[in-house]
């Protein structure tokens, strides 16, 4: 089984710390520390441990918040643009996982001292990210934060550029939500428009998902954006960015987007749809295939998705989209399509034994369903 992702968080990461700000400042007690800090530990999550050693930070550290940031800056790793997907606290300072109580740290306690913390945050974020640490900032004076995050996105150091995007995102995975971007995407669009040709997949990857959170409440911006940057001749790298960028209104059949990227309406009938049984048990999966005919005398690009619509506590039934595949269709050309989709646990879904629905789309729009039972 593999390590829960929680003790990323533990004594020896700990120590190591403690042994860096020792080194800064002969007043640091490292022993404190790593007591305060180990203290309890083994029974939080994630993000509660990160907590914790940010209590420990605070008791330990100077209550002048300038010369305390002095500690954690003089401790931060020499190395600043790598890859820091691997890399931990080692001899020569911190970075990696460590670098998340310390930003914390730096949210918690700086929003007095605005734009040193905002500075002090770019520093740390080139060992891992401080994107969660932002947002404070951001929450209390966005167009003074935004400032900063603008010159962020023209940064020589990938990692900096990276959290001018990933920094702004209104609906962050486990961040807070920065409700006057979901209101108003304006502010934060010239940041992506700066990024939109990042050398760095690491960059444009945070540019395309900042655009699938403004689609959410957005789409015909994001339509229009994505207009705009798929004119010309983009290259592969732009084609990717706006394609992951504009996912959830593909799957959506949010036609603006489909004719951005090039997908008129489908012309295109569902000549069978075949299960390989009408009874599935859970923990086994059922084998979709699909006959597609054209109708059309010319080629035409399709998105095929499929559609699970899975049973709920009360009998309705609730759907979710797949992603399957795209194809270029000749003009009345037929093509068998074959998919196998597992019924398995998973965290993010409750299911139910009853009634679901198999269903195919091509560019957004339904092409026909098939019913099977799920048997739990």
């Known amino acids: 089984m593999p390590e829960p992702f929680k003790n990323v968080f533990n004594a020896d ?115 891992s990210s401080a994107e969660f640490a932002v947002r404070p900032f951001l929450l209390a004076d966005p167009d003074r934060a935004m400032r900063h995050v603008l010159e962020w996105s023209l940064d020589d150091n990938y990692h900096v550029r990276r959290l001018a995007s990933e920094g702004i995102r209104p609906r962050l995975p486990w961040g807070i939500r920065l409700g006057m971007f979901v209101d108003d995407p304006a502010p934060i669009l010239p940041v992506l428009a700066n990024l939109r040709n990042d050398p760095e997949e690491f960059v444009r990857r ?108 009360n009998g309705q039934t609730t759907p979710k989209v797949f992603k399957w595949t795209t194809v270029r269709l000749a003009g009345g050309e037929n093509k068998r399509l074959e998919k196998t989709h597992a019924f398995r646990p998973i965290t993010t879904r409750v299911y139910y034994s009853g009634r679901h629905v198999i269903e195919i789309q091509a560019n957004g729009q339904s092409l026909g369903r098939r019913e099977f039972t799920l048997v739990m």
């Open 13 to 127: 990461l700990i120590d190591n710390m403690g042994r860096h700000f020792a080194r800064q400042s002969p007043e640091f007690d490292a022993a404190r520390f790593a007591s305060l800090a180990t203290n309890g530990l083994d029974a939080l999550e994630f993000k509660q441990r990160s907590n914790h050693i940010v209590d420990a930070l605070e008791a330990c550290l100077p209550g002048d918040f300038r010369a305390a940031c002095a500690i954690l800056t003089g401790a931060l790793h020499p190395e600043d643009d790598v890859d820091l997907s691997n890399q931990t606290v080692d001899i020569h300072g911190i970075r990696g996982w460590g670098i998340i109580p310390m930003s914390d740290y730096v949210a918690r306690a700086g929003l007095d001292h605005f734009d040193f913390s905002m500075d002090v945050l770019r520093e740390m974020t080139k060992r």
């Open 206 to 313: 945070s540019v395309a998902n900042n655009l699938n959170d403004i689609a959410k409440d957005h789409p015909d911006i994001v339509a229009g954006i994505a207009r705009e940057w798929l004119a010309g001749s983009p290259d592969k790298d732009r084609k990717r960015l706006v394609r992951h960028a504009c996912r959830t209104l593909i799957k959506a059949g949010h036609r603006p987007t489909l004719e951005a990227l090039g997908y008129g309406k489908p012309a295109v009938s569902l000549k069978a749809l075949d299960l390989d049984r009408d009874t599935v048990p859970f923990g086994e999966s059922i084998r979709i295939a699909a006959d597609l005919r054209s109708s059309s005398d010319e080629d035409q690009d399709l998105i095929i998705d499929y559609v699970v619509h899975h049973q709920k506590a």
